[in-house]
């Protein structure tokens, strides 16, 4: 978004909620009438049905990513807007790696009201997952830095810093940091709702 620019009503459908990530420059989140920052790092989730909008008023332009997803309501456990920055989040290191493999979840897995989570996942250089996994829920994988060999069904494919994929349910998955810096990628993934056939 190049300074100056923004949108009143960026998101048309009711029922979507969204998620944005900033990765340069800065964007201005207005909730409800409340201004937010996004520095780089900086994150916000905004619930379906609520009135929110966008700009740079800043100097250079703002890269970031924006998630969409038909929310899919619990009841009992409404969705709340959450602003922050992946800095000020605590990653939680994979048991058994020394913190060579570590994922910041910048939503509350634990929160019901949350039916997706963005996560920044880090392996240190020769860092692995070192077994085939799967999961139940597709991802969506954006590559914020470095570079590696990522296992996609059975096919292993060099990705680095800009690279996307996009992984359906029980899609096997590993991958191996090729270095010599730390490989990070932004993750999206649903979660907290059963799987509707």
Known sequence: MLPGGGAEKPEPQEEVAGFLFVMEGELTVIHEGESHVLAPGGFAFVPAGSGWSAKNDGDEPARFRW???RAEPLEGHPARFAVGNERDVVPGPMPGTDGRW?????LDPQDLGYDFGVNIVTFEPGAS?????????EHGLYVLQGKGVYRLNADWVEVQEGDYMSLRAFCPQACYAGGPEPFRYLLYKDQNRQVML
């Open 67 to 69: 998630f969409r997803k």
């Open 102 to 106: 570590r994922t910041t979840r910048m």
């Open 129 to 137: 997952i070192p077994f085939a996994e799967t999961h139940i829920m």
